[in-house]
């Protein structure tokens, strides 16, 4: 897939993930070598989440993140708006409220959450700043963020090694066990990513403080914590 922006975008993004909701999870681990669950529950300890907390699961796909949190005690929303990744978190049985929706026009009031996660879906954005203005509105003051997402390496040696099993080996064995295109779309979908500094830049004006970035295996992810000030 070549790389859609604007409302081609929006559209190519959600028919893919409906596209590769049924293997989704199980593709899931494969590529993360079993590692995404433990980044998972990382980011829900660096923001903190505990008993009674409000958690909006943005983009909460087939539910992972939700359910980490609700067995956490937190009072959960997963919002997405890929309609088969929904089915795949209800199916799941859990605790949690389900809102089929657009991460730029969330249906949540003002100042109501304790903290936003975002497991793996800031690339797919459209506009990341219209979203993270958006998940500033939602939180309550001094709300935290958890967002996860892939990254590059900085170290050269690193980044052949994360190149070669990223960008040919993942598309392989998607296109094995799932949809070709949806995982050549993957690693391509990387360049959406702004520089680390941009990514910052752009959490800072949407009212975020003590914006954080901590890597993950050599920096083949990141999850980037804050608050709301
Ligand atoms: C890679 S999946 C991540 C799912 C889940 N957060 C996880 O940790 O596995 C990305 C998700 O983002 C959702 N998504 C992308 N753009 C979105 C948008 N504008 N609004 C709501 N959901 C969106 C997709 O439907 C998909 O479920």
């Known amino acids: 897939m070549s790389l859609p922006t604007g409302h081609e975008k929006h559209v190519a993004v959600r028919d893919m993930f409906d596209r590769i909701a049924p293997r989704y999870d199980l593709l899931n681990r494969m590529v993360s070598l079993g590692l995404d669950q433990s980044w998972r529950r990382?980011?829900?300890?660096?923001?903190?989440?505990?008993?009674?907390?409000?958690?909006?699961?943005?983009a909460c796909g087939t539910g992972d993140l939700s359910e980490q949190a609700a067995d956490r005690g937190a009072i959960v929303l997963g919002v997405d708006f890929a309609r088969e990744m929904l089915r795949g978190a209800s199916a799941r049985g859990i605790a949690v409220d389900l809102a089929n929706g657009d991460a730029a026009k969330l249906p949540v009031a003002d100042n109501s959450i304790d903290v936003v996660t975002c497991g793996f879906a800031l690339r797919n954005f459209v506009s990341l700043e219209v979203v993270f203005v958006e998940m500033h509105r939602v939180l309550k003051p001094g709300g935290r963020i958890a967002l996860i997402d892939v990254d590059r390496p900085e170290s050269a040696i690193v980044r052949t090694g994360h190149s070669l099993y990223f960008d040919r080996f993942v598309p392989f064995l998607g296109g094995l066990l799932s949809d070709r295109d949806a995982y050549r779309y993957l690693p391509e979908s990387t360049a959406y990513l702004p520089p680390p500094e941009e990514l910052r830049a752009m959490l800072d004006k949407a009212g975020f403080e003590g914006v954080t970035k901590r890597r993950l295996l050599l920096g083949a992810a990141q999850i980037l914590t804050g608050a709301k000030a």
Not at 42 to 58: H, I, K, M, P, Y
Request: charge should be negative; hydrophobic fraction near 60%; aromatic fraction near 0%.
């Open 42 to 58: 990382l980011a829900l300890d660096l923001a903190a989440v505990g008993e009674g907390d409000r958690v909006l699961d943005l």
